[in-house]
């Protein structure tokens, strides 16, 4: 059974934009579309108040903007990128080709070919997110991506140099200072001086998780994104200031982000309560957080651990923090979590942003049938087949005749009927 601290209903998000931001993503992308660079400079200059020269940097303005940071945050940078391409590469060794004679004559295989041209957005605005070039560029070029062409705003006019310095070492072939649906747009459809991509990758706001949706087809797409979501499951064992610390450094990604506690102790939940209203009065980026956690916040009471992992397997959230006992019952017990944090030394922000594992993660629900973004989305899976056999071909060019004549596939059936006639010298039937 479960009862309610606060705010109990396991919702689903709708996973649609509103009316007007759809409406505005359609017309910016139709416009780039038919104005190409003219038409990116016109929203640039509106949205951002930016319109250089050119919006792809130079060598010089790369490293320009590498030499204004702090030695300690360009290493910091490499550090972090480093941990990213080793789980990347780790992932990368799981992902095997194979070719195998499955029967005599009869040769099947499967080989691993990476996407050609990947787009990868790296937000701006409130938070310039560094980690989102890590998570994109070093995963996509680990993958063997040959062209990753990088985008992020100059919001307001200002040069982020942290974020340029981060797609650099990322890898980043080309970095564009643009941002919004008009980057989105441009590296999707491609105008006069940004030549088209064929996969779009990392986070955004409304209007350019909606240009994403928009464009998808046209192009590849990671994820559909929405709000950050963070789910503690906890037990008596757990402590209440660390919970109250962790739900509210994900709620601070933005005002609509869950933040639910599950627990099987109800003196743990109203610490809890009691600790998120009393760390918020400190907490610089209490204007966000504190909405998030009034709106979205939910402390739910349950029987025991079992419980629990039930629960949350509904919720499906993007990052579920396991603080029990015994951590990691969860891996055999929970099913629909994008990304699981075991026990007290782990928590989402160490994923968030330097443990190596990726970002960019399934919200609203989508955990329930996908995972985030791992060095196998940026490569193509496919397979071969070859018959060296006529006996073989000629034994499934029988079985073919007979299973798409079964369809009404009279072209397919001829395709095996003639494979099975050529070993007997004869002309099928229908040839004559």
């Given at each position: 059974?479960r009862?309610?601290?606060?705010?109990?209903?396991?919702?689903?998000?709708?996973?649609?934009?509103?009316?007007?931001?759809?409406?505005?993503?359609?017309?910016?992308?139709?416009?780039?579309?038919?104005r190409?660079?003219?038409?990116?400079?016109?929203?640039?200059?509106?949205?951002?108040?930016?319109?250089?020269?050119?919006?792809?940097?130079?060598?010089?303005?790369?490293?320009?903007?590498?030499?204004?940071?702090?030695?300690?945050?360009?290493?910091d940078?490499?550090?972090?990128?480093?941990?990213?391409?080793?789980?990347?590469?780790?992932?990368?060794?799981?992902?095997?080709?194979?070719?195998?004679?499955?029967?005599?004559?009869?040769?099947l295989?499967?080989?691993?070919?990476?996407?050609?041209?990947?787009?990868?957005?790296?937000?701006?605005?409130?938070?310039?997110?560094?980690?989102?070039?890590?998570?994109?560029?070093?995963?996509?070029?680990?993958?063997?991506?040959?062209?990753?062409?990088?985008?992020?705003?100059?919001?307001?006019?200002?040069?982020?140099?942290?974020?340029?310095?981060?797609?650099?070492?990322?890898?980043a072939?080309?970095?564009?200072?643009?941002?919004g649906?008009?980057?989105?747009?441009?590296?999707?459809?491609?105008?006069?001086?940004?030549?088209?991509?064929?996969?779009?990758a990392?986070?955004?706001?409304?209007?350019?998780?909606?240009?994403?949706?928009?464009?998808f087809?046209?192009?590849?797409?990671?994820?559909?994104?929405?709000?950050?979501?963070?789910?503690?499951?906890?037990?008596?064992?757990?402590?209440?200031?660390?919970?109250?610390?962790?739900?509210?450094?994900?709620?601070?990604?933005?005002?609509?982000?869950?933040?639910?506690?599950?627990?099987t102790?109800?003196?743990?939940?109203?610490?809890?309560?009691?600790?998120?209203?009393?760390?918020?009065?400190?907490?610089?980026?209490?204007?966000?957080?504190?909405?998030?956690?009034?709106?979205?916040?939910?402390?739910?009471?349950?029987?025991?651990?079992?419980?629990?992992?039930?629960?949350?397997?509904?919720?499906?959230?993007?990052?579920?923090?396991?603080?029990?006992?015994?951590?990691?019952?969860?891996?055999?017990?929970?099913?629909?979590?994008?990304?699981?944090?075991?026990?007290?030394?782990?928590?989402?922000?160490?994923?968030?942003?330097?443990?190596?594992?990726?970002?960019?993660?399934?919200?609203?629900?989508?955990?329930?049938?996908?995972g985030?973004?791992?060095?196998?989305?940026?490569?193509?899976?496919?397979?071969?087949?070859e018959?060296?056999?006529?006996?073989?071909?000629?034994?499934?060019?029988?079985?073919?005749?007979?299973?798409?004549?079964?369809?009404?596939?009279?072209?397919?059936?001829?395709?095996?009927?003639?494979?099975?006639?050529?070993?007997?010298?004869?002309?099928?039937?229908w040839?004559?």
């Amino acid at each position: 059974m479960r009862t309610s601290l606060k705010n109990a209903d396991v919702t689903i998000s709708d996973p649609t934009s509103s009316p007007g931001v759809r409406e505005t993503v359609e017309t910016v992308i139709s416009d780039v579309r038919e104005r190409g660079d003219e038409a990116v400079r016109s929203y640039s200059e509106k949205f951002d108040q930016w319109s250089p020269t050119s919006f792809l940097l130079s060598r010089d303005e790369i490293d320009a903007a590498i030499a204004r940071l702090p030695e300690q945050t360009v290493e910091d940078i490499k550090t972090v990128q480093r941990n990213v391409e080793r789980f990347a590469r780790l992932q990368l060794q799981s992902l095997t080709e194979f070719e195998a004679e499955v029967e005599p004559g009869i040769i099947l295989g499967q080989k691993n070919i990476p996407i050609d041209a990947v787009g990868a957005y790296v937000p701006g605005g409130r938070y310039p997110l560094l980690a989102s070039a890590h998570m994109t560029i070093v995963t996509a070029k680990v993958a063997g991506v040959r062209r990753v062409a990088a985008a992020t705003p100059a919001a307001g006019g200002v040069v982020p140099d942290a974020s340029i310095a981060a797609m650099h070492f990322a890898g980043a072939d080309e970095i564009y200072l643009l941002g919004g649906v008009q980057a989105v747009a441009a590296l999707a459809v491609g105008t006069e001086t940004i030549a088209p991509v064929d996969f779009l990758a990392g986070p955004g706001n409304a209007y350019v998780a909606e240009a994403k949706r928009q464009l998808f087809g046209e192009v590849g797409i990671d994820l559909f994104a929405g709000p950050t979501e963070v789910l503690i499951v906890a037990d008596e064992t757990a402590d209440p200031f660390l919970i109250a610390v962790d739900l509210l450094s994900q709620a601070e990604h933005g005002p609509d982000s869950p933040a639910i506690l599950v627990t099987t102790s109800q003196e743990v939940g109203r610490q809890v309560l009691e600790e998120v209203d009393r760390q918020l009065l400190g907490l610089s980026t209490r204007a966000v957080a504190e909405v998030a956690w009034r709106d979205h916040g939910q402390v739910i009471l349950v029987d025991d651990v079992k419980e629990a992992y039930a629960v949350a397997d509904e919720f499906a959230s993007e990052h579920v923090q396991i603080l029990t006992a015994n951590p990691r019952e969860a891996l055999d017990s929970m099913t629909n979590y994008g990304a699981l944090f075991l026990g007290e030394n782990t928590c989402v922000s160490f994923g968030d942003k330097v443990i190596g594992t990726n970002h960019v993660l399934p919200t609203r629900q989508a955990a329930r049938y996908t995972g985030g973004l791992w060095v196998g989305k940026y490569i193509k899976t496919v397979t071969y087949q070859e018959i060296t056999s006529a006996a073989a071909s000629a034994e499934l060019g029988e079985l073919l005749g007979r299973a798409a004549r079964a369809e009404n596939f009279e072209g397919h059936a001829r395709s095996g009927d003639i494979r099975a006639a050529r070993l007997a010298g004869e002309r099928p039937a229908w040839a004559s």
